[in-house]
């Protein structure tokens, strides 16, 4: 790539997001930005349950998520290369619960904000029950929500024209390789070399053989023979 990537996770909650983000941090070196939804929540001192019962309180809280978002990607983007675990999936819940939807797709930034994206890798990671895990932020363990949220973050991509790489599959590794044969082809090498596990294998088996190795005594002829008096 000629510039440092963008590299976008998004999706519905609960779908392992957070988790392949921070294997790419790890795996790549490239810094991480911290999901911006919590801190939010806690400075305005809200449940989520109290969210889904007041809509303003909602397009309050997604309107600062979104700009936060904006300007975290932005900050980031300027010391290099950023991995993100959600762009624009708040505008998903914002749809589902609020009533700003309608303002935020007319606001210029929107479409500034959705030009970054689209010159990103968008890893678009998608749901299956046997993730569903409460994370004290978005909708309950409800898996037809899940899907509901799914259904508009994939509307939002299509809608905004941006190319995105699905994740459909349940395992870890076939989600981990998928990204690495991703990055690969974009240039992006890992920072941390293959992990060689049979080389620690050897070594202790090498020690093993240079250890000495105890034999049971055997016993001589005399000791055999019984003495006679």
């Given at each position: ?13 609960s ?7 921070r ?6 070196g ?6 911006v939804a919590?801190?939010?929540?806690a400075?305005m001192?809200a449940?989520v349950?109290?969210?889904?019962a ?5 397009n309050?809280y ?8 904006a300007?975290?990607?932005a900050?980031?983007?300027?010391q290099?290369?950023?991995?993100s675990?959600?762009?624009f ?6 749809a589902?619960h609020?009533?700003i ?5 007319r606001?210029?930034?929107?479409a ?5 994206v689209?010159?990103g890798?968008?890893f678009?990671v ?11 932020v978005r909708?309950a363990?409800d898996?037809e ?11 939002l991509?299509?809608f905004?024209?941006?190319p995105y790489?699905p ?6 590794q076939e989600?981990?390789r ?7 082809l974009a ?10 596990y049979?080389?620690g ?8 053989l240079?250890?000495?190795v105890l034999?049971e005594?055997v ?11």
């Amino acid at each position: 790539m000629d510039r440092p990537p963008r590299i976008y996770l998004v999706g519905a909650h609960s779908t392992g997001k957070t988790t392949l983000a921070r294997w790419i941090r790890d795996r790549y070196g490239i810094p991480m930005i911290s999901e911006v939804a919590r801190g939010v929540l806690a400075e305005m001192e809200a449940q989520v349950d109290r969210l889904r019962a007041d809509v303003d309180l909602v397009n309050r809280y997604q309107a600062e998520v979104f700009l936060r978002q904006a300007r975290a990607e932005a900050e980031a983007e300027q010391q290099g290369a950023f991995v993100s675990d959600r762009a624009f999936c708040n505008l998903a819940y914002a749809a589902q619960h609020g009533t700003i939807l309608a303002e935020v797709a007319r606001d210029p930034r929107l479409a500034a904000y959705m030009e970054g994206v689209r010159r990103g890798l968008v890893f678009f990671v998608r749901p299956h029950q046997r993730l569903l895990q409460a994370d004290g932020v978005r909708e309950a363990l409800d898996w037809e929500e899940v899907v509901r949220i799914d259904g508009m973050v994939k509307l939002l991509l299509e809608f905004f024209g941006v190319p995105y790489i699905p994740l459909a599959s349940l395992s870890m590794q076939e989600r981990q390789r998928s990204i690495e044969t991703v990055l690969g082809l974009a240039g992006v090498e890992p920072q941390q070399g293959q992990r060689r596990y049979l080389q620690g294998a050897e070594r202790q088996a090498a020690a093993n053989l240079r250890e000495p190795v105890l034999r049971e005594p055997v016993l001589g002829q005399d000791e055999l023979v019984p003495h006679r008096s």
